[in-house]
């Protein structure tokens, strides 16, 4: 059974902070990684995606893959409170059923003024 | 277009009733996906259409539950004889096979079974 795990949280960090959250997956033959924001009571909106080892920026947002470790992290600088929400970690199901991803829990973040 | 849209986005039904939800996935995108999602809980993958093929039903929880996907696009998933267990929030997403599996969600269908 491939399976995506997060911790759940609540992860709590204070405005300005940098928030880190993390990943690890079962499937070494997975080559995509996404990550996922949901407001309370809202669909899930993509914030990034990454395919190779290292790091990858956009704006506030770093996530970081490491495909030996099979750990994908997501960085946020500078938590806004607007940050706060449920972060999913999505995992390509490489040759697999259910769909072509496979998605964690989530993990609740709240960003405090 | 537009993004993926679904609909009612809200159905309030008394158990034992059938409903159908609607899901108008992106132009263009071949893979269509519906989930659900329980208060405060993660995705449930329920079924997968991909193109022509036949589609993946493995997360479907009952043989209460169906799905069909018409003329390669819009998606109607199908909840028979509805049971207070079936509230939750109906999800669906459609990705495009150039764009590694991302995938993009509507907006939900809020289903309260009474």
């Known amino acids: 059974q491939k399976e995506v795990e997060q911790n759940s949280g609540p992860l709590s960090v204070p405005e300005g902070a940098i928030a880190s959250l993390n990943c690890t997956y079962s499937d070494r033959g997975s080559q995509s990684f996404f990550w996922y924001r949901q407001y309370s009571g809202k669909s899930p909106e993509l914030i990034m995606f990454?395919?190779?080892?290292g790091d990858k920026e956009d704006g506030r947002f770093t996530a970081q893959l490491n495909k030996a470790s099979q750990y994908v992290s997501l960085l946020i600088r500078d938590s806004q409170p607007s940050d706060s929400a449920t972060y999913l970690c999505?995992?390509?199901?490489?040759?697999?059923?259910?769909?072509?991803?496979?998605f964690g829990k989530g993990t609740k973040l709240s960003v405090k003024p | 277009g537009a993004g993926v849209s679904q609909s009612p986005s809200n159905k309030v039904t008394e158990k034992g009733k059938d409903v159908e939800l609607r899901c108008d996935p992106i132009s263009g995108h071949t893979a269509l996906y519906w989930y659900r999602q329980s208060l405060g809980q993660g995705l449930e993958f329920l079924i997968y259409f991909q193109g022509n093929s036949a589609p993946d039903k493995s997360g479907l929880p009952s043989d209460r539950f169906s799905a069909e996907r018409t003329g390669g696009s819009v998606s109607t998933l199908t909840i028979q004889r509805t049971q207070q267990e079936d509230s939750a929030v109906y999800l669906c997403?459609?990705?495009?096979?150039?764009?590694?599996?991302?995938?993009?969600f509507g907006p939900g269908t809020r289903l309260l079974v009474l």
């Open positions: 999505a995992v390509e199901n490489y040759g697999g059923s259910q769909g072509n991803l496979i």
């Open positions: 997403a459609s990705s495009s096979l150039g764009a590694r599996e991302t995938q993009y």
């Open positions: 990454i395919y190779s080892n």
